[in-house]
């Protein structure tokens, strides 16, 4: 098969995933009632929105300034923030995280490529350690809220298990830790090699400078290290807030806090499963749906709210993208 006829088949495929998943959002909606989604936004008004897109700016830009200090040579932090935020718009659209292409392809402007490679390898290598840290550590903050604001839905064997899934967090950065430790760049580099690839002894040599680099992070960059893991961190806690904040924008202020951290952390462990299923509209406020009610809560609650934080994080990301495009056309008209 020729590869101009295998481009034409991935893109079909993730078109039609794509607008199967949009499909499948329509239903879960229309199954909630799109008249309680109109009454949910119409309570977050416009002020709730401006502080739940301020909320996104604050995650998305501190997940970008981990990214930041993740890059062994860096400059201008904005066009970082704005590549990573276009990385994550293209994650929702297309699917296997395409969008860890698309900020290598855009950060290596001011970092260089292969500096670009490493610092996106790294920021997710760890942020597999600093989500679960933070997972783990809301179950333990739902616990302390349970305990100064006592609330009869707060039960025992959910957080049990809600606890014990939170350990199960911890398993990608373990295997993302085993591939490292494994040399996969190298590994990968001589299969190229096998299969033909030219120039693949040049490769293999960057391919260890790579795993060298990935290995050694945070011996030899203690400091970026530390910075990278605290602003993914704080990011995932500004999440669980934003989470807060709009379910009780939308009219649901009757939860308790406990039981919300609690339902905020099963959610993100749910996303784990659902990153092996190509669609993102949907299946996440699926998982949002499920979550609620596995909590006694109406599903519905959690369709909705998972639905508007998503809404939230397009506009937010966006508007950090478009600032990629506003220096390029101004230069391009200064040209002209």
């Known amino acids: 098969m020729e590869a101009k006829t295998r481009t034409k088949l991935k893109n079909l ?81 297309i699917p296997w995280e395409v969008g860890e292409l698309v900020k290598v392809g855009m950060i290596k402007s001011v970092a260089g490529s292969e500096n670009s490679i490493k610092g996106v390898v790294l920021w997710n290598y760890v942020y597999k350690l600093s989500k679960g840290c933070a997972l783990f550590a809301m179950v333990l903050l739902s616990l302390f809220f349970s305990l100064v604001m006592p609330d009869v839905s707060y039960k025992m064997d959910k957080f049990w298990l809600i606890a014990a899934c939170s350990m199960l967090g911890f398993l990608p950065y373990f295997g993302m830790m085993i591939l490292i430790k494994s040399n996969i760049s190298v590994k990968i580099v001589k299969l190229l090699k096998l299969l033909g690839k030219k120039n693949s002894d040049e490769l293999i ?41 709009c379910t009780y924008f939308a009219g649901f202020d009757s939860y308790a806090i406990s039981v919300l951290i609690l339902i905020h952390c099963a959610i993100n462990l749910g996303n784990y499963i659902s990153a092996f299923i190509p669609m993102k509209f949907g299946v996440g406020e699926g998982i949002g749906y499920i979550m609620f009610a596995f909590f006694g809560l109406p599903g519905e609650v959690g369709g909705l709210v998972t639905f508007i934080l998503r809404i939230k994080a397009i506009i937010a990301m966006s508007i950090v993208s478009s600032l990629i495009i506003i220096p390029q056309t101004k230069e391009k008209n200064d040209k002209i």
């Open 205 to 245: 040599k960057k391919a260890e400078q790579m795993d060298h680099d990935l290995k050694l992070f945070k011996k030899e960059r203690p400091s970026d290290y530390r910075k990278t893991f605290w602003m993914q961190y704080f990011a995932r806690h500004v999440s669980l807030l934003t989470f807060i904040l």
């Open 13 to 93: 495929l993730r078109f039609l995933l794509f607008i199967t998943s949009l499909v499948i959002l329509f239903f879960l909606l229309r199954g909630i009632g799109f008249d309680k989604l109109a009454d949910a936004f119409v309570k977050v008004g416009w002020g709730g929105a401006v502080i739940l897109i301020c909320c996104g700016f604050l995650e998305n830009g501190s997940d970008a300034l981990g990214l930041y200090f993740a890059l062994p040579k860096r400059k201008s932090f904005l066009y970082i923030f704005s590549s990573n935020c276009m990385g994550a718009l293209t994650n929702y659209v």
